[in-house]
């Protein structure tokens, strides 16, 4: 992978042919260190997501879809069936690693699908297809995320403020980023803009990921703690509240990093307007309303003692939801690459990504 600092930032790829390796930035070592994650085997690519070297709902979708081939790329299978008996057993595996991100059961279903409709060709040709998927997938994802740039970039004020929840960056998606995709388009049309970032507890993926990827990219940042945006809306002024999401239900409510719920209070008391960018494989149109969507709950040590430091009694009771919804009519609008949703409703929703979905 290309780490030069003028270099596209690409978390996710695959190096080689079928015998090749799953290359992702290590996100866990950032911002001390820079570093990559060769990845030969499913068990490792299970281990990097559920630790979040690789995180955020597309980039986790794409990790999976290439961990389905380095998972089934050797398997010994006596005939067909036995092959897709091992393809479903592999997806099934990756499936029980973030149950909130849609992205993930999305690309493990598109996976499956390819493995079944290929009904003529011997093993080793299914093999190749799956990896011609996986990079699909990928490449899907960059175009996406692209398209949400230049459909959103105009909801981003020249000489503005913009207060961003988490990291939904370049290191989130394949490549560019959902929310932060609209300020990377923004900046790349010449318009000037402050981003306060909030820092992102527990695990920080604002100052740890965000904020380091958009000075990375020469935008203004301003990071700030979670607790403080509210203060900042009040007294510095902010224009547009942006994040990005891990799944939308059918009448647009939307799961994203824990606080962004808060956010979206605070922006509504203020007056600000609150987005939502995300890919339309972010949407689930099984799940009626956001009640439904299941929310992953993390170890508690990563409120105790994040980052190896002991911060709170030891065995203190702590309740760590990874992610909140935000109802959909405090958003005011969602930027698909299909267009944007405004207002959000069912039917706007299912206008704009379909009945079934992605
Ligand atoms: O727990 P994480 O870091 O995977 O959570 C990520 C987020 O909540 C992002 O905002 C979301 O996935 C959108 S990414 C384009």
Known sequence: ??????????????????????????????????????????ETIHDAICRLAVRGAPAIGVAAAMGVVLGVRWVDAANRDAFLG???????YLGGTRPTARNLFWALDRMRNCARSRGDENIGEV?????????????????????????GQSLIPDGGAVLTHCNAGALATAEYGTALALMYRAHELGKRFTVYVDETRPLLQGSRLTAWELRRAGIDVVLICDNMAGHVMRTRGVDVVVTGADRIAAN????????????????????????????????????????DIPIEERSPD?????????????????????????????????????????????????????????
């Not at 190749?128 to 949400?148: F, G, P, Q, V």
């Not at 922006?267 to 987005?275: E, L, M, S, T």
Request: net charge negative.
């Open 252 to 291: 647009g409510d939307a799961a994203n990093k824990i606080g962004t719920y808060g956010v979206a209070v605070l922006a509504k008391a203020h007056g600000i307007p609150f987005h939502v960018a995300a890919p339309s494989t972010t949407f689930d149109m099984g799940i009626v309303t956001g009640a």
């Open 127 to 151: 093999r190749a297809a799956l990896l011609t998927e996986a990079r699909a997938i990928r490449d899907e994802d960059a175009a996406m995320c692209r398209a949400i740039g230049d459909t």
């Open 1 to 42: 992978m290309n780490l030069a600092n003028d270099a596209p930032l690409r978390p996710i790829d695959w190096i080689g042919g079928l015998d090749g390796y799953v290359d992702l930035i290590d996100q866990t070592l950032l911002p001390v260190e820079f570093k990559c994650l060769e990845c030969r085997d499913v």
């Open 86 to 92: 091992q393809v479903d057993r592999v997806c099934d």
């Open 302 to 358: 990563e409120i105790r003692r994040g980052f190896g430091a002991l911060t709170a009694p030891e065995d203190v009771p702590t309740y760590c939801p990874a992610f909140d919804v935000t109802p959909a009519d405090l958003i005011r609008s969602i930027i698909t690459e299909r267009g944007i949703i405004e207002p959000v409703s069912s039917r706007t929703v299912a206008d704009c990504v379909g009945a079934a979905g992605a």
